[in-house]
């Protein structure tokens, strides 16, 4: 699976859109970019998925470029219960794939007041 | 929907002892779970892959006689810490593989242990 780059932190005010970046430069054709978050002592809670189109669901939207190469995660309106790691994973999707799921050091956002 | 359960969500045991960690799907059916262990201030790490009905496939530098694994059900799957020790204390984490929504994996609420 394509290893993924995200920025060790970010800060995000309450009730701004939060924009969480992700590289993932040598995916291929058939990988999913999916996005998960874990808050502390909790296991991970999946966010969104998507392979090429920009995909919305309500917790986030997901922006994937055209090249494939990044993704941005947007939470619309932050509140202080999105404080949380969250990680860019991709994979290939299928049964017959295996389905590891390879965790990176994610983002670490904090939601401020 | 797509609920994942753990229980205990902590234990505490003594050095040398065996514990015993289940994961449920609770509203849909996983051939597929997999375990992760998550140390302090660390990420998640992969260490077995449970399958239902077979043996499961276990990550390298992963103890198989150690971790025991049994995924004896389409909804239920367990991870046995044999002979624990100290370093064996972390926060463990099971997930189920959805046979909807492209296989994606849900994550139950884990599982810290303390071995003394």
């Known amino acids: 699976d394509a290893k993924t780059t995200q920025p060790p932190s970010m800060d995000c005010a309450e009730g701004r859109a939060a924009n969480l970046p992700c590289n993932h430069s040598t995916i291929s054709g058939n990988e999913y970019v999916y996005w998960y978050r874990q808050i502390h002592s909790q296991g991970p809670q999946y966010i969104i998925h998507?392979?090429?189109n920009n995909e919305t669901n309500e917790m986030a939207s997901l922006i994937i470029t055209e090249d494939r190469k990044s993704s941005t995660l947007i939470l619309p309106h932050a509140t202080l219960r999105d404080t949380a790691v969250y990680y860019c994973i991709v994979r290939v999707a299928g049964y017959n794939q295996g389905g590891k799921l390879i965790f990176g050091q994610g983002t670490e956002l904090s939601v401020k007041p | 929907g797509a609920v994942v359960s753990q229980h205990p969500s902590w234990v505490i045991c003594k050095s040398g002892t065996s514990v015993k960690i289940e994961c449920r799907s609770l509203?849909?059916?996983?051939?597929?779970m997999f375990w992760y262990r998550q140390f302090p201030k660390q990420s998640l790490m992969l260490m077995a892959t449970?399958?239902?009905?077979?043996?499961?496939?276990?990550e390298q530098g992963v103890e198989k006689d150690k971790f025991l694994i049994n995924h004896a059900s389409l909804t239920l799957s367990t991870l046995t810490v044999t002979s624990a020790h100290p370093e064996d204390s972390s926060f463990y984490i099971c997930?189920?593989?959805?046979?909807?929504?492209?296989?994606?994996?849900?994550f139950g609420p884990g599982t810290r242990l303390t071995v003394l």
């Open positions: 998507g392979l090429k």
């Open positions: 449970s399958n239902e009905g077979s043996k499961a496939t276990y």
């Open positions: 509203d849909f059916q996983a051939t597929t």
């Open positions: 997930s189920a593989r959805s046979e909807t929504s492209l296989y994606t994996q849900y």
